[in-house]
């Protein structure tokens, strides 16, 4: 099963290769240098069968341009950057994880902040043991002469 914090890693690892900025979590709210992100992982996590489920992972990196440079030059690169970095997918431990879609905006009161959305669909295994103790029906009797 792929561990959430495997996920993070491989992010961060990701956007550190390729821009040296500082990345927060959501625990900070005031006091951060700019430029900086701000990254978030949200996981939704569907029962298919016994053995699988579907996920689906919503990366959502928010971007803090510089505030001495033309904040839409800045956006576009960063744009480019993020694009590259993930490109249709990426490693995670031994799985590789594909890009659903990359998804950008601008939010904020002036427009002035970027948010990107990064969606994963990906099937992983439940855990499910069949020798863990969980009771199974090992025989099934029907009496089909009395149904009708």
């Not at 006091?31 to 996590?45: M, R, S, V, Y």
């Not at 699988?52 to 030059?73: E, H, M």
């Not at 995670?92 to 427009?111: F, M, P, S, W």
């Amino acid at each position: 099963m792929l561990k959430q914090k495997e996920i993070w890693g491989a992010v961060l690892a990701l956007l550190k290769t390729k821009y040296a900025c500082k990345i927060y979590t959501d625990e900070i709210v005031k006091g951060f240098e700019q430029p900086c992100f701000f990254a978030k992982l949200i996981k939704t996590k569907n029962t298919e069968t016994k053995n699988v489920n579907s996920n689906n992972l919503a990366i959502i990196l928010t971007y803090y341009a510089d505030p001495s440079v033309n904040k839409q030059l800045a956006f576009l690169d960063m744009v480019d950057v993020i694009n590259e970095l993930f490109g249709i997918g990426f490693q995670v431990a031994d799985r590789y994880l594909h890009i659903k879609n990359i998804q950008t905006e601008r939010i904020g009161e002036e427009q002035d902040i970027l948010q990107v959305t990064i969606r994963i669909d990906y099937l992983d295994s439940t855990g499910y043991d069949p020798n863990a103790g969980y009771d199974i029906m090992q025989h099934l009797n029907q009496d089909v002469a009395n149904q009708y």
